[in-house]
């Protein structure tokens, strides 16, 4: 079962970020430029990391956190 690429729309929010634009990545592949809602980081992250809760917000964020 081959499943269809996952594309994720401008202004969609996942924890604290939301999506601003899609890039290319070499290392990576295609991966998705998010704003963090604290207004400090930009984040790249692709859209399983996204949408399965990997990535929820900026390394400020993480580190205020602790």
């Known amino acids: ?17 939301t999506v601003l634009e899609k890039v290319i990545s070499k290392e990576r592949g295609p991966t998705y430029k ?9 984040v790249f992250a692709k859209a399983s990391e996204l949408m399965r809760g990997r990535v929820k917000s900026c ?8």
């Open 59 to 66: 390394l400020g964020c993480k580190r205020a956190q602790r």
């Open 1 to 17: 079962m081959i499943l269809a690429p996952v594309t994720l729309e401008h202004g969609e929010r996942y924890g604290k970020l």
């Open 34 to 42: 998010c704003g963090c809602s604290c207004g400090f980081k930009y």
